[in-house]
């Protein structure tokens, strides 16, 4: 299983497209941390951090970090990697820090890897959007079925 969580206050402009890919993958779900509403930066960034912390303190999961900073992956070594995963750890979660990013001090203990997506910054909801056709790109790869033509 693979659970997304995010920090957002919402997806309205990918929610069409968000929606259709959550329907077509039944083993996936999302957490939604509300955005931290506050003048003071490092006020968002500690509450949105003990947000993820306490998530990720709950259960023993296997927890991907997605930071533009890391390593880019293909579809296919995203693939890959994500299958060699589930052999010891049946339970992914992937998450998508708020737009101050997150304390690392506080998350990189409970971290076990760090991707990124692209070297582009994207909002959270198209991160997001991005992400979840991904994953639904790694269900067709292990069909082999291919939707894109």
Do not use: C
């Amino acid at each position: 299983m693979i659970q997304l969580i995010i920090v957002t206050d919402g997806f309205s402009h990918f929610e069409k497209a968000v929606n259709e890919y959550i329907k077509r993958l039944n083993k996936l779900k999302i957490i939604k941390i509300k955005s931290e509403k506050s003048t003071e930066k490092n006020r968002i960034i500690s509450e949105e951090t003990k947000s993820i912390k306490q998530i990720l303190e709950k259960e023993k999961w296997y927890n991907i970090y997605l930071d533009i900073t890391w390593e880019s992956l293909s579809s296919l070594e995203f693939h890959n990697t994500i299958e060699k995963l589930f052999l010891h750890n049946p339970k992914i979660n992937i998450i998508i820090w708020g737009s101050y990013w997150v304390d690392d001090k506080i998350l990189s203990p409970l971290i076990n890897k760090k991707l990124s997506l692209s070297k582009m910054t994207f909002p959270h909801s198209m991160s997001l959007l991005i992400i979840l056709e991904q994953i639904y790109r790694i269900e067709n790869i292990k069909k082999n079925t291919w939707y894109h033509h």
